[in-house]
C-alpha cells in the first residue's frame, strides 16, 4: 500500500510543531549578552525579521560584552545567503565559552570545508547540548534514510545532532547531509555540486527555491527531506513526497513505503525517548514529527486487519500528542 494520503492534511494540521532553531527556541531573556534565540525569523523561509538591537558602542568605556554583542548583532543580521562570519569569528573570541556559537562555528568551517576544525566544534556540542533525546532522534533521521541518500536539514537540532553522531562517532557517514543556511550560500552550492553532482539554477531571487530545485532537478539522486523543512517546499512538491520515517523521500515515480515504514519503526529505530515525559518542551516537540509516519503506519495495520500493532502505534501517537501539547489535535486525526 502507498501511504501518503494523510501526510499532508497532518503537515498543515500540526505546522507549529515542525518549526523550531531560532523561530521556535525564541526565549526570554534577562541577560545582557545577545542570544540568537531572539531573533524574529520568518518560519518558512528563515529570513531575518528583527535583531534585538544592543547598546551602541562608543568611544570611552566600552565593555567587553558590548563589543560582542555588536558583532554578534552584525553575524545574525547579516543575509542568510552571506553570513558575516568574520564578525561570528570575532565574537567567539571575545566570548569563547559561549556554547549557542558552536553550532554557528561548525556551519562555518563546513562551508571551509575543514573537517578538522569542524569535529572541533562538533565536539563541543556534544560535550554542552546534546541530550540522549536529541541523539535518539538523530540517529533515526539517519535510519530513515536509504544507503548512499542525501538528507536535507533546515535547522539546528535536525543538524548538529547528525553531525555529531557521522563525524564524532562514525554513524551513517553513507549518508550526504545539506544544511539548507548553507545550501544558499553560493559557494558552498558550487562545492556540494562538484561532490555530488547534483545541479542547479544559476540564480535565485528566492533562496527557498533551492530545495526545491534539489530534487527536480535531480530526479536520478536519492533525496530525503528532514520532516523539519519548510512548509512551503513540503507543500510544493507532496505529491512526490513519501514518508520513510523523519524523513520524506523524494520520487517522481509511485513508491510503495509502506514496509519501509514498519521496518524503519520495529527494527531500525531507538525508542527510549520517544515518549518520555521527562524530556524537555522542545525535545517534546520536536518529537511531535514521529506522528506523521506513526499515522501512516497505524492506517497500514488496520487496513491489513491487524488489530494488535495498530493498537500499540496508538498508543505511541497519544503520549506523544499528551507531551507535546497536541492530545486534541491527535485524538481529532486518530477518529479520521
Not at 204 to 212: D, G
Not at 242 to 248: C, E, Q, S
Request: proline fraction near 3%; include cysteine; charged fraction near 25%.
Amino acid at each position: 500500500m502507498i501511504m501518503k494520503h494523510i501526510t499532508f492534511i497532518f503537515l498543515l494540521f500540526l505546522a507549529p510543531a515542525f518549526a523550531f532553531s531560532q523561530s521556535a527556541n525564541k526565549k526570554k531573556t534577562t541577560q545582557k549578552s545577545l542570544s540568537k534565540y531572539a531573533v524574529q525569523m520568518d518560519k518558512n523561509t528563515k529570513e531575518v525579521i528583527s535583531v534585538p538591537q544592543t547598546e551602541p558602542v562608543t568611544v570611552g568605556n566600552v565593555s567587553k560584552q558590548q563589543i560582542f554583542n555588536t558583532y554578534y548583532s552584525n553575524y545574525l543580521s547579516s543575509e542568510v545567503k552571506n553570513k558575516d562570519f568574520n564578525s561570528l569569528l570575532k565574537a567567539h573570541e571575545l566570548a569563547p565559552a559561549n556554547t549557542e556559537l558552536y553550532f554557528e562555528l561548525a556551519k562555518f568551517y563546513e562551508l571551509e570545508q575543514n573537517n578538522l576544525k569542524k569535529r572541533e566544534f562538533c565536539n563541543k556540542l556534544k560535550l554542552t547540548k546534546l541530550s540522549p533525546a536529541l541523539r535518539e532522534y538523530a540517529n533515526n533521521t539517519l535510519m530513515s534514510v536509504e544507503q548512499g541518500g542525501i538528507l536535507v536539514t533546515y535547522g539546528e537540532d535536525d543538524t548538529y545532532p547528525i553531525w555529531i553522531l557521522q563525524l564524532i562517532e562514525g554513524v551513517r557517514k553513507d549518508v550526504k547531509i545539506l544544511n539548507y543556511d548553507l545550501m544558499v550560500n553560493e559557494t558552498y552550492r558550487k562545492a556540494k555540486t562538484e561532490e555530488l553532482g547534483l545541479r542547479f539554477s544559476k540564480n535565485y531571487s528566492q533562496p527557498i527555491q533551492i530545495l526545491k530545485d534539489l530534487a527536480t532537478k535531480n530526479k536520478s539522486k536519492n533525496i530525503y527531506y528532514s520532516l523539519t523543512v519548510s512548509h512551503l517546499v513540503l507543500k510544493d512538491l507532496k505529491k512526490d513526497l513519501y514518508p520513510t520515517g523523519l524523513a520524506l523521500k523524494y520520487s517522481n515515480k509511485t513508491f510503495d513505503n509502506s514496509q519501509i515504514l514498519s521496518t524503519n519503526w520495529h527494527q531500525k529505530f531507538s525508542k527510549s525517548y520517544i515518549s518520555n515525559s521527562l524530556i524537555s518542551p522542545q525535545e517534546k516537540k520536536l518529537n511531535i514529527n514521529y506522528v506523521l509516519p506513526l499515522l501512516q503506519l497505524s492506517s497500514f495495520y488496520s487496513e491489513n486487519g491487524n488489530e494488535l500493532k495498530e493498537k500499540e502505534i496508538n498508543t505511541v501517537i497519544r503520549k506523544i500528542g499528551l507531551n507535546g501539547g497536541k492530545a486534541q489535535q491527535i485524538e481529532s486525526l486518530l477518529k479520521k
